[in-house]
């Protein structure tokens, strides 16, 4: 095994460590408001499952993508919102 990233792979390694962080940012902000302000965050999010559903079911988001893979991404995007409410629930003082 070499000790070496090679640049493609360093690229890769870079974004993903770019959205780890935007992603703990986003779980301090919503562990936040699920502390403070509880069924309103609960009640956003549910409103957003619904916008993405009706969203990712037509063809005007997502352009660049088939039926199909609208489809998988607003499914994939409706199981992460709702396993981000199960998760904060779980939290300590969630």
Do not use: Y
């Amino acid at each position: 095994m070499s000790d070496e990233v090679s640049p493609e792979r360093a690229v890769m390694i870079r974004l993903r460590a770019r959205l780890a962080v935007v992603e703990r940012a986003a779980w301090f902000g919503f562990q936040h408001a699920m502390r403070t302000q509880p069924a309103e965050t609960e009640a956003f999010i549910a409103s957003e499952r619904a916008r993405c559903a009706e969203g990712f079911a037509g063809p005007n988001w997502a352009k660049d993508l088939t039926a199909a893979e609208r489809a998988l991404l607003g499914a994939e995007v409706d199981k992460g919102l709702a396993q981000l409410v199960a998760d904060a629930k779980e939290e300590p003082g969630g």
